[in-house]
């Protein structure tokens, strides 16, 4: 029994301290000492939501898919992306962006196998981000993730956590990462419903000011003012 007892204690304790999220490197590598590690982005914007059945956007190739939609204010030469779920016990992030959903379910112990999406728009211009605007807009795939090792374990022991990293290609019009609306879309790859607190962090390796996140667009617009 009490060796039980400290096999459950020693996993809990092992999970708590996976959970434990550490700097967002970009693509950019440097040797310090033997090892190569990842430059830590310059700017990283977080943001702190709550997702649960039934509050889904869009049905999308089966699946049930959420949005945060994301202002980029000027060119950036890279973008990153990662989401983990659920929320790190005690987690702070400066600046974080969080939404009344999550203040209401922040003590909450679900959490789900993460599936993130970089999308964006062909809106370059503020005045265009409208229900109706957002709704007829052209959505691009940019690029995606489902699992990544680089990010903490979740409290399940499984790697389910996502990362990405996107480049710009400044010389093709369609790959590019201009100014404009982006969004991160999520899901969770395995067949199930969307259901937990998540950190989600958009991050770049110069310095933005004025990016903006939401998970609704009245909420992305009020960061504007």
Not at 63 to 86: D, H, T
Not at 194 to 219: C, D, I, R, S, Y
Request: with cysteine; aromatic share 10%.
């Amino acid at each position: 029994m009490l060796t039980t007892v400290v096999s459950l204690c020693l996993l809990f304790a092992m999970n708590a301290e996976a959970q434990k999220l550490g700097n967002f490197g970009s693509s950019i590598e440097k040797k310090v000492g033997p090892k190569t590690i990842k430059v830590p982005y310059t700017d990283v914007v977080s943001y702190l939501g709550y997702a649960a059945p039934g509050n889904e956007d869009e049905t999308r190739d089966g699946k049930k898919f959420y949005y945060i939609y994301v202002w980029i204010p000027a060119v950036a030469p890279e973008l990153g992306l990662r989401m983990m779920s659920p929320v790190p016990k005690g987690f702070k992030a400066k600046g974080a962006t969080v939404s009344a959903e999550y203040t209401a379910n922040a003590s909450s112990k679900d959490f789900f196998d993460t599936y993130i999406t970089l999308e964006r728009s062909d809106i370059i211009s503020k005045d265009n981000i409208t229900e109706e605007g957002v709704k007829s807009a052209k959505w691009v795939i940019l690029e995606r993730n489902d699992d990544s090792n680089e990010m903490p374990k979740q409290p399940s022991g499984s790697s389910y956590n996502s990362l990405l990293r996107y480049k710009s290609e400044a010389s093709n019009p369609a790959k590019a990462l201009t100014a404009g609306l982006y969004r991160i879309g999520f899901t969770t790859y395995k067949t199930g419903e969307v259901h937990g607190t998540f950190l989600a962090e958009v991050a770049a390796p110069v310095k933005l000011p004025g990016v903006a996140v939401g998970k609704t667009l009245e909420e992305l617009k009020a960061q504007f003012k």
